[in-house]
């Protein structure tokens, strides 16, 4: 099996549990003390955000090769937001759609929508949520358009609770006063940023 790290650093290992679980202590140990992140492990040409380490250990005898991609933290930080940016943009109008089809109730064309939107917003919260703690460990203050985040956490839990008590012009009213407006007003406060 071929490991590596950024494409470097290129080893060859026997494709067992217990020589994978070595090279993974010393690789990740190594990334780790350098202050970088893993951002994706790539699996025989496949990127794995998530659940990597329980897919290299159920496959570790099908497996061909692993490559550890890091980022640092600031290139991190820059890679979040760039993503935030792409996905709000599509996230806000579809929200907005989903708020207005709420307002006449549940039903089996939008609850998959619901759902969605809900995923979506979970994200969303995480992504801000990694930036925020990224810029804090940095020592960097927080840049003007972070601040809605505490505020839309809020609101994110709002929706929640509305959605456990099927009040779905509470769900539409959420989303169409509180969260859509934060959204876009980070968005257009981050274009601002980089534009400058």
């Known amino acids: 099996m071929k490991v590596m790290i950024n494409q470097q650093q290129e080893q060859v290992i026997e494709g067992t549990i217990e020589e994978l679980d070595k090279w993974w202590k010393e690789a990740t140990g190594s990334i780790f003390q350098t202050g970088q992140l893993?951002?994706?492990?790539?699996?025989?040409g496949k990127a794995l955000y998530d659940g990597y380490e329980q897919y290299l250990f159920l496959n570790v005898d099908q497996i061909q090769c692993i490559n550890i991609n890091c980022l640092s933290r600031l290139e991190s930080i820059v890679f979040t937001e760039q993503e935030l940016d792409q996905y709000l943009s599509r996230f806000i109008p579809a929200a907005k759609?989903?708020?207005?089809?709420?307002y006449?109730?549940?039903?089996?064309?939008?609850?998959?929508?619901?759902?969605?939107?809900?995923?979506?917003?979970?994200?969303?919260?995480s992504a801000f949520s990694?930036?925020?703690?990224?810029?804090?460990?940095?020592?960097?203050?927080?840049?003007?358009?972070?601040?809605?985040?505490?505020?839309?956490?809020?609101?994110?839990?709002?929706?929640?609770?509305?959605i456990q008590n099927d009040d779905f012009v509470g769900v539409s009213d959420v989303l169409e006063y509180e969260i859509i407006p934060a959204l876009?007003?980070?968005?257009?406060?981050?274009?601002?940023?980089v534009s400058a």
Do not use: F, R
């Open 184 to 193: 876009e007003n980070y968005l257009s406060q981050y274009k601002e940023k």
């Open 97 to 102: 759609s989903v708020a207005n089809q709420l």
């Open 38 to 44: 893993i951002h994706c492990v790539e699996i025989d």
């Open 130 to 162: 990694l930036n925020y703690k990224l810029y804090t460990e940095e020592a960097m203050s927080l840049p003007k358009y972070l601040t809605p985040v505490a505020s839309i956490s809020q609101y994110i839990s709002t929706l929640h609770d509305n």
């Open 104 to 125: 006449s109730g549940l039903n089996e064309e939008n609850v998959n929508l619901l759902s969605q939107v809900v995923q979506g917003l979970d994200w969303i919260s």
